[in-house]
């Protein structure tokens, strides 16, 4: 049981953790270009510093139970930090190869792809407008991949593209498992991350000058 919102059905209280996270979300671009390191010593510290955030809360949630609260995750729970993992991935060398307008473009065809998985594998089905707004999204995801444009550019774009299925299979699973909380999943994607990138990170880069180009 959360300690910080109420038990129950409420809508609103969906929505508006939607719209925070969304708008948190919008600022992943701007930080990771403004950050003057490798990506991968970006992806090392930005795992390691929220593993240990989350993970602080999930204690402060559970107490005694911790141990408990992430046994019951269970293999639905280590899918969810797999594709949580590999989408964060791929979307900060998305950001890094090419625009964070045309990564936020095909991002916003993961209500189609999400509901696609839903329908495919729970059986739900989406209203028309969410299916028509997401087909619009998916039209404009085939007229970026422009093939005269640089390698790195459709790579990047490719990235882009396979973080957004990653985050709706992840979704999809969350969906399914309403019952358990699945915090604990997502403080394990955090840590697994710079466990992944640490053979090719360098996380002593990392210093005051780190943000040189704004004091610029």
């Known amino acids: 049981m959360s300690k910080c919102f109420p038990v129950g059905n409420h809508p609103w209280l969906g929505s508006l953790l939607i719209a925070a996270s969304a708008t948190a979300y919008s600022t992943a671009g701007f930080f990771t270009r403004l950050i003057d390191l490798d990506i991968w010593t970006v992806l090392f510290w930005r795992g390691l510093f929220a593993g240990l955030f989350i993970a602080g809360y999930v204690i402060w949630e559970n107490g005694r139970e911790t141990a408990a609260a992430v046994r019951a ?9 797999f594709f949580s993992t590999f989408a964060t991935i791929c979307f900060l060398n998305a950001l890094r190869l090419t625009t964070v307008a045309e ?10 792809i999400t509901g696609a998985l839903a329908w495919l594998f729970l059986g739900e089905r ?3 407008p969410t299916v028509v707004a997401s087909l619009f999204a998916l039209l404009g995801v085939i007229v970026m991949f422009d093939p005269a444009a640089s390698r790195d550019h459709l790579i990047g774009n490719l990235l882009a593209l396979v ?11 969350l969906r399914h498992s309403r019952a358990t909380s699945m915090l604990p999943a997502t403080c394990l994607s955090a ?13 002593g880069a990392a210093s005051g000058m780190t943000f040189r180009h704004l004091e610029q």
Not at 73 to 81: K, N, P, V
Not at 103 to 112: D, K, L, Q, R, Y
Not at 191 to 203: D, E, G, H, R
């Open 103 to 112: 990564v936020a473009v095909i991002n916003a065809t993961s209500p189609f």
């Open 73 to 81: 995750i269970g293999a639905r729970g280590l899918w969810i930090a």
């Open 191 to 203: 840590l697994l991350c710079p466990i992944v990138v640490w053979p090719i990170a360098n996380p």
């Open 126 to 128: 989406e209203r028309w």
């Open 163 to 173: 973080m957004t299925i990653s985050l709706a299979a992840m979704l999809v699973i």
